[in-house]
């Protein structure tokens, strides 16, 4: 039943936006997926895949921005949850194009490990309430995933590097383009309360960790939200909520750092201490 409302939600309320020339935003309600490129040109990257779906949604939005025919030159995945690679069989196959992940996260997508079940003990709402009903097994994408490349470079995204941010998953990334400080985190941490399906819904914005009923290693999950935090970042664009900047987001980021046990940390789940 859970999944069956995921999937309805999500096709509810889809829509994009542009957060940047070069970036466009894909919303599925309760998680976004991006197109990195610049409209009209022929080198574009997509990030993340939404969930299973989402694929006719993306391909629709990426002909009207890149024009017909024109694929992406690799999917790049900040980790293997099931609402960040819903669509990757689909659309790697389509386009026939390598998918990025960090090493660490290459099983969960070429078939050898699968993800603890979610923990709806962490509470906080509806959703962590079904997800236990989410997919948590591998799914197999076989050759086409790579490794992402050792110098932190980002295959498609010049100018981007990718930082390992653990703790949500072991392999787990963020993006980060320096020179114009544009984060992508993942679910490194999120600006909605993603357990609580009334602010999926409404998006309210509020800077929180990861999702917690996903999240296995609190302790480097707030060294991960540290190490981006000290990337003094001037715009994110969450995979979990809105897209955040300027004073709001350096005075909510702060608030995270300073105080992640109260605001991140559930009081209780399998895997908090
Ligand atoms: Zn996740
Ligand atoms: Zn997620």
Not at 189 to 195: G, L, S
């Given at each position: 039943m859970g999944n069956k409302l995921v999937e309805f939600l999500s096709k509810l309320t889809t829509s994009s936006k542009e957060v940047t020339p070069d970036i466009l935003i894909l919303q599925f309600t309760i998680v976004n997926a991006y197109l990195v490129g610049k409209p009209n040109q022929s080198d574009w990257t997509l990030v993340d895949t939404g969930l299973e779906n989402s694929a006719d949604f993306i391909i629709q939005a990426a002909e009207e921005r890149?024009?017909?025919?024109?694929?992406?030159q690799a999917i790049i995945l900040t980790h293997g949850h099931f609402d960040h690679v819903g669509s990757l069989i689909k659309l790697s196959q389509h386009w026939d194009i390598p998918v990025y992940a960090h090493e660490f996260e290459l099983p969960y997508i070429t078939g050898e490990k699968d993800y603890p079940l979610a923990d709806?003990?962490?509470?906080?709402g509806l959703v962590a309430a079904i997800s236990p009903t989410f997919p948590h097994t591998s799914i197999d994408i076989g050759f086409r995933a790579n490794p992402l490349p050792s110098d932190h470079s980002v295959p498609g995204m010049p100018g981007w590097k990718w930082i390992l941010t653990p703790?949500?998953?072991?392999?787990h990334i963020a993006l980060f383009h320096e020179t114009d400080g544009i984060l992508i985190p993942g679910d490194a941490?999120?600006?909605?309360?993603?357990?609580s399906l009334l602010s999926v819904m409404t998006q309210s914005e509020q800077i929180s960790g990861p999702?917690?009923?996903?999240?296995?290693d609190w302790k480097a999950a707030k060294s991960s939200v540290d190490k981006l935090s000290d990337?003094?970042?001037?715009?994110v664009i969450p995979s979990h909520g809105q897209p955040m900047k300027g004073d709001e987001l350096t005075l909510h980021l702060d608030m995270l750092t300073h105080h992640f046990e109260e605001i991140a940390v559930p009081e209780q789940g399998i895997f908090v201490d």
């Open positions: 890149f024009g017909k025919g024109v694929r992406p709806p003990s962490v509470g906080g703790g949500h998953t072991d392999g941490f999120t600006t909605v309360k993603q357990e999702p917690a009923y996903l999240t296995t990337l003094k970042p001037s715009l």
